[in-house]
């Protein structure tokens, strides 16, 4: 099993030829300090690639996404007991989630800070994850929705080709999948269905 894409020196992603995910968290659970190492290296930039432009300017006086997703990562880490290890992408699913929860705390957050304004909404951020350049940031919540009607492999399936862009040998690799064709599959399912859901609430 291989590693999701980082961006590269030159901003091409790149896949890792190292250790797979789910052998680098067994070896964490060991206590093993050089794999914890290892799987901040390698995740660390893919999530802040995700992350980028999620948290919006108002919310960013205090922890900036970076900060987030470190201090999202380190927690992840430290309580992997409650974590089953299947694959991959459900790791990146499950760092995705801690990230998005973090996010919205903290945009919470920033509303009850004293002396702060009340932020205005409606202002665009300069930083627009893909998603939201694709589907405008006004429908992410039913977005949000939408991906928890879909079953695991699906949800898992729609994240890793429309937020992490992988393509379908890697999705395919990444979630365990017997080839590109059968990932493929699953994809087309998991947009189709995303895209009823949606429908459902913006129509």
Do not use: C
Not at 72 to 95: I, M, P, Q
Not at 156 to 169: I, Q
Request: proline content about 6%; hydrophobic content about 40%.
């Amino acid at each position: 099993m291989g590693t999701p894409r980082r961006p590269g020196p030159s901003g091409t992603p790149q896949r890792h030829p190292l250790e797979s995910t789910v052998t680098l968290l067994q070896r964490i659970r060991r206590g093993d300090e050089a794999a914890r190492e290892a799987l901040l290296a390698r995740f660390l930039p893919v999530m802040r690639s995700w992350a980028s432009g999620r948290l919006p300017s108002y919310a960013r006086g205090m922890a900036d996404t970076d900060d987030l997703v470190q201090i999202t990562l380190v927690r992840a880490l430290n309580r992997l007991d409650t974590f089953e290890v299947r694959h991959e992408g459900a790791f990146l699913a499950y760092l995705r989630q801690g990230v998005l929860n973090a996010i919205r705390q903290e945009i919470r957050r920033s509303g009850r800070r004293p002396g702060g304004a009340e932020p205005d909404e409606t202002l665009p951020d300069p930083a627009e994850s893909a998603v939201e350049r694709a589907i405008g940031r006004e429908t992410m919540e039913a977005y949000e929705t939408a991906l928890m009607e879909l079953t695991e492999d699906q949800r898992e399936a729609a994240m890793l080709r429309l937020e992490f862009d992988l393509s379908y040998p890697e999705i395919a690799e990444a979630m365990g999948k017997p080839s590109a064709n059968a990932a493929r599959m699953l994809v087309v399912r998991a947009l189709v269905r995303l895209s009823e859901a949606l429908g459902e609430r913006l129509g």
